[in-house]
């Protein structure tokens, strides 16, 4: 088993940084100015818990590549996933494929709508 490669790492925590940051941006232009300062600290105290919640992740969990199947070991979880899912997960689909997705009807999406006054 070994663990997952560090870029995981900085990828989530990029991730979160992003979002905090776009989320302090938003405050600043819709927010009353009289609760910026809240809603800054609280979005800045929420991903600096996110991005050190990521660092214990990363050490915990674990990745298993054997012959017949990748192992991903968390925490408190372990899922397995068979050759033939991996594969059919890392190859594109073919044309034939492409155009049987294509043919299925979608089913109508149903508008509800708020009982109001």
């Given at each position: 088993?070994?663990?997952?490669?560090?870029?995981?790492?900085?990828k989530?925590?990029?991730?979160?940084?992003?979002?905090?940051v776009l989320?302090?941006?938003?405050?600043?232009?819709?927010?009353?100015?009289r609760?910026?300062d809240?809603?800054?600290?609280?979005?800045?105290?929420?991903a600096?818990?996110?991005?050190?919640?990521?660092?214990?992740?990363?050490?915990?969990?674990r990745?298993?590549?054997?012959?017949?199947?990748?192992?991903?070991?968390a925490?408190?979880?372990?899922?397995m996933?068979?050759p033939?899912?991996?594969?059919a997960?890392?190859t594109?689909?073919?044309?034939?494929?492409?155009?049987?997705?294509?043919?299925?009807p979608?089913?109508?999406r149903?508008?509800?709508?708020?009982?109001?006054?």
């Amino acid at each position: 088993m070994s663990r997952q490669h560090w870029i995981a790492l900085v990828k989530a925590e990029s991730i979160i940084l992003l979002y905090a940051v776009l989320g302090v941006w938003a405050v600043q232009l819709q927010i009353n100015p009289r609760y910026v300062d809240e809603f800054t600290i609280g979005i800045c105290v929420t991903a600096g818990l996110l991005m050190l919640w990521q660092v214990p992740r990363y050490y915990v969990d674990r990745v298993s590549l054997t012959n017949k199947r990748l192992i991903w070991c968390a925490a408190c979880s372990e899922e397995m996933y068979e050759p033939q899912a991996v594969e059919a997960r890392l190859t594109p689909p073919t044309g034939e494929e492409e155009e049987e997705a294509r043919a299925e009807p979608r089913r109508p999406r149903r508008h509800t709508r708020l009982a109001g006054p």
